[in-house]
């Protein structure tokens, strides 16, 4: 095997790219966007355990997209009580932490990791076709590709899916819409390794004020029936801050304090998973990320995820004789994992949507429950989660 096609630039396919070049196969990224989408998004969480699939191969993102260490997760109800604490991954062996970082600054840092590999944008796949020498890829400017396999990183809403296996399953609405942006405050003090998060009477809020001032702020709302992305985008900033004013008046000042202060646009986007994709392959053709199985933002594990599946997938294909067992071992080696994640994180944004009821009890028991719960030791089956590249992986 020498040549891989990677559809998808966003976090996924760099990084497979990279694992797929230290593995000795030649990697080709395709990205729709017809540039390098350095500003596309907000922000997202790199967990800990994200951090340390990339220092697998030798990949050291921390100290270059002027991330936010973001050890602690500390909860809130919106009359103010403090709920608890929740440990926000695990401190890697020299000290690094999960962190925020900006979507756009960690996609630029990673292009620029990926040295030595071929980038091509403007190609939005439209269709692949299986060839007795692996697969050629077409994309929607009518130019084709050729390779030994094909990679789809191409996201939730992944084209790569859903021409792999036309019955998978769509991505299913959470109930949740994502809303955020940036403000800045002078009064407020920074979050220092910490990331607040406040159950408000209408809708969920986090945010966290770095030294300079700057916030980064998001808020879950509940909405029954799916809006589509073009609806959402309709809305205008100062919009979303009359409608989010209003939804947390009943709340911490403070919220209201950040929401009015927001400079620039404000992104909003319906918040989709998948469950279970039942196809993970199918002949040379593989998906990774959430592609193939997308975990909605609760649990902070989407990027995370899409690293360790990059590299667990460039060391199944080294080590293993052909592309069949490689992919075989790679979906055994993922699968339940990944399941359980995408589970956790959907159950962590039904917490948000609770009635008056509900909440009442939620606030009086979640102290103890994240005692019990939500400690470093439970979640150590996500967080202390290690790939060893120098490890072979065996076929079964």
């Known amino acids: 095997m020498t040549k891989a096609l990677i559809i998808g630039g966003g976090i996924g396919g760099p990084v497979a790219a990279m694992a797929l070049q230290r593995a000795g196969i030649e990697p080709v990224v395709y990205e729709a966007y017809d540039r390098p989408a350095d500003y596309v998004g907000l922000f997202l969480n790199i967990a800990s355990n994200g951090l340390d699939a990339l220092r697998a191969i030798d990949i050291d993102v921390a100290g270059r997209a002027d991330g ?30 999960s962190m925020c970082v900006r979507r756009g600054l960690l996609q630029r840092v990673l292009h620029e990791e990926a040295q030595g590999i071929a980038f091509e ?15 050629e890829a077409r994309f ?3 130019t ?21 296996d036309p019955g998978s399953p769509e991505p299913s609405f959470t109930g949740l819409v994502s809303v955020g942006g940036y403000s800045h405050s002078a009064s407020l003090a920074p979050t220092t390794n910490t990331q607040h998060l406040v159950f408000g009477k ?56 950040i929401i009015d202060n927001s400079t620039g646009e404000i992104g909003a986007y319906p918040v ?28 902070g594990q989407g990027a ?24 075989a071992a790679y979906e055994r080696l993922r699968r339940a994992r990944v399941e359980k994640v995408v589970a956790y994180s959907r159950r962590l944004g039904n917490a948000k949507t609770a009635g008056p009821v509900a909440r009442f009890f939620r606030d009086l028991m979640m102290p103890l429950a994240l005692k019990i ?12 989660h290690h790939i060893d590249w120098n490890e072979k992986v065996g076929s079964a």
């Open 121 to 135: 944008y403007g190609k939005r796949l439209e269709s692949y076709t299986v060839t007795a020498g692996g697969v």
């Open 272 to 299: 989709h998973d998948i469950p279970a994709s039942p196809v993970w392959y199918r002949g040379p053709v593989v998906l990774i990320g959430d592609a193939v199985h997308a975990t909605s933002p609760n649990a």
């Open 68 to 97: 936010f260490p973001i050890p602690r997760l500390v909860m809130w109800s919106g009359t103010g009580k403090r709920l608890g604490e929740v440990a926000n991954g695990v401190r890697l062996a020299d000290g690094t932490v």
């Open 373 to 384: 719960f939500a400690n470093e030791k439970a979640h150590a089956w996500m967080y202390t």
């Open 140 to 142: 929607a400017d009518g």
């Open 202 to 257: 209408r809708a969920f809020f986090g945010y966290l004020v770095r030294e300079s001032g700057e916030i980064y702020w998001f808020a879950n709302l509940y909405y029954p029936d799916e809006p589509t992305r073009q609806s959402l985008a309709g809305v205008s900033a100062s919009e979303w801050k009359r409608q989010l004013i209003e939804l947390f008046a009943d709340d911490m000042p403070l919220i209201r304090e």
């Open 144 to 164: 084709r590709a050729a390779g030994d396999i094909l990679i789809g990183a191409d996201g939730i809403h992944s084209r790569t899916r859903r021409i792999l």
């Open 304 to 327: 995370a995820l899409a690293c360790e599946d990059a590299v667990v997938l460039a060391k199944c294909l080294r080590d293993l004789p052909d592309t069949a067992s490689a992919f």
